[in-house]
């Protein structure tokens, strides 16, 4: 079974999506499941998962409303204030869907760049392990010695990294973000997806090649057991094609085992998210 661990659905609003600038016009229009189920059965894949591109709950249950109309859509992973004093009582609520999986903040987009050390936000970590919910961290790498802090406290909830961190692609520049990575991975409960890489690189000139050395280090750190494809659709049609993105990690991993190919391509999110 094939699983697109990270994708998104939208009705374009240029306030509330004013996150897509006019250099992104390709996708200044909707994304709905009847757009995405003919580009996955074209490529052989069997289901996703939709992430959050809102924060609000009014996203959480637009995804979820989704997720019941559309068998393919596997899992959502949505979003709830875990700073809220009600949290817990969302939390509850939240466990009568089945295919809410769990959540993610916006963490790249705050300023402070220890925000996600905040005591106020670890709270509202900490309530999800109780609920059996997962958290997707999307940071930046400036964001990353925070992150490897961060995981030390949280042992027992299921973490995973989105988008590798957006590594420097356009650069090269590595060895910071491979140290903090390197040090994140100790921590056997977190996961990386292996997603959101052409729209980190050259939009125009990326090639394989500079995404090899940075998949490199994840598979090292990681070890394929806690690797998941993601295609980051329908963001990645910035810079490649569906297609085009698969076949980045499907040419990377021709090399593994079997088993190790078939975790990386859904398996590892299977298990993770509990689809």
């Not at 229009?29 to 069997?46: A, K, S």
């Not at 609520?93 to 993610?104: D, N, V």
């Not at 059996?132 to 030390?152: R, S």
């Not at 088993?259 to 398996?267: D, K, L, Q, S, T």
Request: hydrophobic share 45%; with cysteine.
């Amino acid at each position: 079974m094939i699983i697109d661990a990270h994708q998104h659905f939208w009705q374009y609003h240029p306030v509330k999506d004013a996150w897509i600038t006019d250099d992104m016009k390709v996708i200044q229009e909707d994304f709905l499941p009847q757009h995405l189920l003919p580009v996955l059965q074209e490529n052989g894949v069997d289901g996703c998962v939709a992430v959050q591109a809102d924060q609000s709950e009014t996203e959480t249950g637009f995804l979820l409303a989704l997720a019941d109309q559309h068998a393919f859509i596997r899992g959502v992973v949505g979003w709830v204030d875990l700073r809220a004093e009600n949290l817990s009582d969302r939390l509850a609520h939240y466990r009568q869907y089945e295919k809410l999986k769990g959540f993610r903040h916006i963490v790249q987009g705050e300023p402070d760049p220890s925000f996600i050390l905040r005591e106020d936000f670890c709270k509202g970590i900490r309530a999800l392990a109780a609920h059996d919910f997962t958290y997707d961290i999307l940071v930046y790498p400036v964001q990353l010695p925070a992150v490897a802090t961060f995981v030390q406290q949280f042992p027992d909830q299921r973490l995973v990294i989105d988008h590798m961190a957006k590594p420097y692609f356009k650069t090269g520049d590595i060895s910071a973000w491979e140290t903090h990575m390197r040090a994140i991975a100790q921590q056997p409960n977190v996961y990386c997806k292996l997603s959101g890489l052409v729209t980190e690189a050259d939009w125009q000139k990326w090639e394989l090649s500079h995404f090899a050395p940075f998949l490199d280090v994840a598979l090292d750190a990681f070890g394929a057991e806690r690797l998941m494809f993601g295609s980051d659709w329908p963001v990645c049609k910035l810079a490649a094609s569906y297609t085009e993105v698969k076949a980045i990690i499907t040419d990377y991993i021709s090399r593994l085992s079997d088993a190790e190919r078939a975790g990386i391509m859904g398996g590892n999110a299977v298990r993770f998210y509990g689809l």
